[in-house]
Nanobody, 121 residues
């Protein structure tokens, strides 16, 4: 089992930055591909970014060039640096571990509880 806890969400003005973190405990964090997803009110949960144990990265087109995913296996922590934030980035952000199928599908084994990110215009 892996437990995931997100932190670092908050309220920021458009154009600002936030860094959200995902701390993992339990089984070996470094074994897993990890991902970030988000869900806005009234919308389906969507893929944001993912990173493999070796550091390969994938991004949704909507965040490419603005968001950066990273991980520190020694600290069992994954990060999402979000720059040039837009009001449409407002959502609950979830970290996830161990995709069952495609890394962009929301079929992951482990999920955190989410952290709210609100971008004001």
């Amino acid at each position: 089992q892996v437990q995931l806890v997100e932190s670092g969400g908050g309220l920021v003005q458009a154009g600002g930055s936030l860094n959200v973190s995902c701390a993992a405990s339990g089984r070996t964090f470094s074994d897993y591909t990890m991902g970030w997803f988000r869900q806005a009110p009234g919308k389906k949960r969507e893929f944001v970014a993912a990173i493999t144990w070796g550091g390969s990265r994938w991004y949704a087109d909507s965040v490419k060039g603005r968001f950066t995913i990273s991980r520190d296996n020694a600290k069992n922590t994954m990060y999402l640096q979000m720059n040039s934030l837009k009001p449409e980035d407002t959502a609950v952000y979830y970290c996830a571990g161990d995709p069952l199928y495609s890394i962009m599908s929301d079929q992951y084994t482990y999920w955190g509880q989410g952290t709210q990110v609100t971008v004001s215009s």
